[in-house]
Every structure is written in C-alpha cells, then in structure tokens.
C-alpha cells in the first residue's frame, strides 16, 4: 500500500469466516461462480479495500473443511484452520498470526461484498474512536454486504470473559449487545447501497442462483461485479427480484 512515508501504522486484517457445514447449503464456499468457487470472489473482492493490508479466510480444524483448505492452499490465499465451535478464540489466534490490530469480519458467503464499504466501515471506526463498528444491529444495506471492524484487543478482552457457546460462535453479538460496556460506531450507508430489502448473500439454492446469475451478466467485463447495477437489475425484474425474498435466515 504505497510507500512506508506517511503509512498507517495499524495493520488490518480481513478474516473471512468460512465453513464447508452448512445445514440449508452444503459445502456452499466452494459452490462455482462463473468458474472459481465463492470464497474465491469474497477473497477477491475484499482484497480490492484500500483499507485492508491482508485478507485470510479463517476455516476451521473439521475433517469437513479440509477440502476447503486444500484449494485455499493450492489457489496461494491466505487461510487460517482453528477451532471448529470456539469461531471467537479462532479469530483471536487469527489475528495474533497475522499480526493484526484490527480486525475486519467477512463472511465467506457473501460474494458481493463491497470493497468501498469496507473502507467506510474502517474510516468510521478510525475517526470515531470506536471498540467495535458494524451494521448488524441496525441494518440499512443489503443482507450480504455486511462487514464488522473490531480491535483485536477487544476480541482478545472478551476472549478472556466465561462467554456462553453462542457468543463464542457469533463473535461479535457480545459486543453490539453490550452498548454500555463498549464503545460501538453504527455504520449508515447512503445512495443506491441503502437497500435493507434485498438479499445478496447466500444461505439458500435461490441465493446462490441469483448470485450466479448477477455474475453471468455483470462478470464478464473487467472480473468485478458492480452492486449497483445489480440493484438496479434487480429493480427492473421482478421475476429475479422475488427470487430468493423467501430465504429470510
């Protein structure tokens, strides 16, 4: 990221959470998207945030995900295996590895998330002083293109706390539930992205066809799907649309 004058000296890490178990979508990570798998195109597409020094997909140590982490390893992305439950102490080893010092949250279904929010979503929580910064706990863009940025010392801190297994699995609900013990940044999206409506991630068969079928129209011509236009696709084909408003998690 340009020369070591004026550089920032926070090192920031995207954690791409990823899983072969997936009880509605098996092995989903991995499923093709216009010929590479979808963690792929989340690597990818994450990797282009100017704000993001290096990007990890962080899998777990399951006989399940070894297929997962052998074409991470063959295709050169980064991975990190830890515990299979534990996703909190997995993220902190994680980030100890790398040598993080804030950590930015992915989910390796989610194969159109946007570079520019996650720059936003850094920037917000750089120049509000911010513990923890998301959207989660007021949603305002698509289901999809969720990101959360988080100190690793925090996640450190409450690794630290006698959290029950459902805290350690989510990571992060603890803290956004927790708005009196940390300091916590709302990050508000504007313009065409402001769709709390539509469903770009992939949890479902009808998921995956509409991300399949956004990628065959919007790939092709520089290996970036543009959100955007998506939208705007989606706004003018009903059809296309409804097709997967049923999948609500």
């Given at each position: 990221h340009g020369s070591s004058e004026g550089q920032d000296p926070v090192k920031t890490v995207a954690l791409i959470q990823a899983r072969m178990t997936s009880i509605r979508l098996p092995d989903k990570v991995l499923a093709d998207i216009v010929g590479a798998p979808m963690v792929r195109h989340v690597a990818d597409r994450t990797a282009r945030s100017s704000a993001v020094d290096e990007v990890v997909i962080a899998t777990s140590v399951a006989p399940g995900d070894r297929?997962?982490?052998?074409?991470?390893?063959?295709?050169?992305?980064?991975?990190?295996?830890?515990?299979?439950?534990?996703?909190?102490?997995?993220?902190?080893?994680?980030?100890?590895?790398?040598?993080?010092?804030?950590?930015?949250?992915?989910?390796?279904?989610?194969?159109?998330?946007?570079?520019?929010?996650?720059?936003?979503?850094?920037?917000?929580?750089k120049r509000s002083g911010a513990e923890y910064t998301g959207c989660l706990a007021r949603r305002n863009l698509p289901r999809g293109l969720d990101a959360e940025v988080v100190w690793t010392e925090v996640l450190e801190n409450i690794d630290g706390l006698d959290l029950d297994p459902y805290h350690r699995e989510h990571v992060t609900p603890?803290?956004?539930?927790?708005?009196?013990?940390?300091?916590?940044?709302?990050?508000?999206?504007?313009?065409a992205l402001r769709r709390p409506d539509l469903r770009l991630?992939?949890?479902?068969?009808?998921?995956?066809?509409?991300?399949?079928e956004a990628y065959r129209r919007f790939y092709a011509r520089d290996r970036y799907v543009d959100v955007p236009a998506v939208i705007e696709w989606l706004d003018s084909d009903a059809r296309w649309y409804g097709h997967n408003q049923?999948?609500?998690r």
């Amino acid at each position: 990221h340009g020369s070591s004058e004026g550089q920032d000296p926070v090192k920031t890490v995207a954690l791409i959470q990823a899983r072969m178990t997936s009880i509605r979508l098996p092995d989903k990570v991995l499923a093709d998207i216009v010929g590479a798998p979808m963690v792929r195109h989340v690597a990818d597409r994450t990797a282009r945030s100017s704000a993001v020094d290096e990007v990890v997909i962080a899998t777990s140590v399951a006989p399940g995900d070894r297929p997962l982490v052998d074409y991470l390893q063959s295709a050169g992305l980064g991975v990190f295996v830890g515990n299979e439950d534990d996703v909190l102490s997995r993220f902190v080893h994680a980030a100890k590895e790398t040598e993080a010092d804030l950590v930015v949250r992915i989910s390796g279904d989610c194969p159109l998330v946007v570079p520019e929010v996650i720059d936003e979503m850094v920037d917000l929580h750089k120049r509000s002083g911010a513990e923890y910064t998301g959207c989660l706990a007021r949603r305002n863009l698509p289901r999809g293109l969720d990101a959360e940025v988080v100190w690793t010392e925090v996640l450190e801190n409450i690794d630290g706390l006698d959290l029950d297994p459902y805290h350690r699995e989510h990571v992060t609900p603890f803290i956004y539930q927790n708005p009196d013990q940390f300091k916590i940044a709302h990050f508000e999206v504007t313009g065409a992205l402001r769709r709390p409506d539509l469903r770009l991630c992939v949890d479902t068969a009808e998921d995956l066809e509409l991300v399949r079928e956004a990628y065959r129209r919007f790939y092709a011509r520089d290996r970036y799907v543009d959100v955007p236009a998506v939208i705007e696709w989606l706004d003018s084909d009903a059809r296309w649309y409804g097709h997967n408003q049923d999948s609500e998690r």
